[in-house]
């Protein structure tokens, strides 16, 4: 099983429309998660960081944690064409103490006009 | 500085020849790594350098590669008798203190091709 588990898309969405982005981790103590933007030929961007249950709201962007079920989503409202890119999910994973992030595959978004 | 600044931005070499690239982080960050990204993959993890601690050389592929750190802030990635597989972009990304609690911020990367 893979630690940071993402559904390689393409997803596509409407533009206008709600962007429903999933991440799947597997090691429990995890305790940071991040979203990254990758545009095509770029380096990723940090868009949004989630430590607490819950969600967590930035503008358009929302991050959905639940511990519980290892699950970290990010929602994009009114989905725009600039929207378009590869979302990467990254954990703190905490395996042997080790700081640094496991980052998924990535998602790819297109937003249809 | 304003980024994390990485050079040079594109790099083609013959296969077998050593290549060297670098990473200036942001002013103050005390946390840098090195990862690497080939064509449609995900990012793989190389060396990941804290302070003065020594540092976590547990993604290195192989004993052809290496990197330092000297005076807590320019680094070094260094691969020799370079393969074609080593084709990739290469990332570095700064944070302060740890980054995994605070996330990372990438630079440009360095794209290489093995010829």
């Known amino acids: 099983q893979k630690e940071v588990e993402q559904n390689s898309g393409p997803l596509s969405v409407p533009e206008g429309a709600i962007a429903s982005l999933n991440c799947t981790y597997s090691d429990r103590g995890s305790q940071s998660f991040f979203w990254y933007r990758q545009y095509s030929g770029k380096s990723p961007e940090l868009i949004m960081s989630i430590y607490s249950n819950g969600d967590k709201e930035d503008g358009r962007f929302t991050a959905q944690l639940n511990k519980a079920s290892q699950y970290v989503s990010l929602l994009i409202r009114d989905s725009q064409p600039s929207d378009s890119a590869t979302y990467l999910c990254a954990v703190n994973p905490r395996v042997g103490g080790n700081e640094k992030l496991t980052f998924g595959t990535g998602t790819r978004l297109t937003i249809i006009p | 500085g304003a980024g994390v600044s990485q050079s040079p931005s594109n790099k083609v070499t013959e296969k077998g020849k050593d290549v060297e690239l670098r990473c200036d982080p942001i002013?103050?960050?005390?946390?840098l790594y090195w990862y690497r990204q080939s064509l449609g993959q995900g990012l793989e993890f190389l060396i990941y350098?804290?302070?003065?601690?020594?540092?976590?050389k547990s993604g290195l592929p192989s004993d052809r590669f290496s990197a330092e750190r000297t005076g807590g802030s320019v680094s070094t990635l260094t691969i020799q008798r370079t393969q074609q597989e080593d084709s990739a972009v290469y990332l570095c990304?700064?944070?302060?203190?740890?980054?995994?609690?605070?996330?990372?911020?990438f630079g440009s990367g360095t794209r290489l091709t093995v010829v």
């Open positions: 002013s103050g960050h005390t946390a």
């Open positions: 350098f804290q302070g003065n601690s020594a540092p976590d």
């Open positions: 990304a700064s944070s302060l203190a740890s980054g995994s609690y605070y996330g990372y911020t």
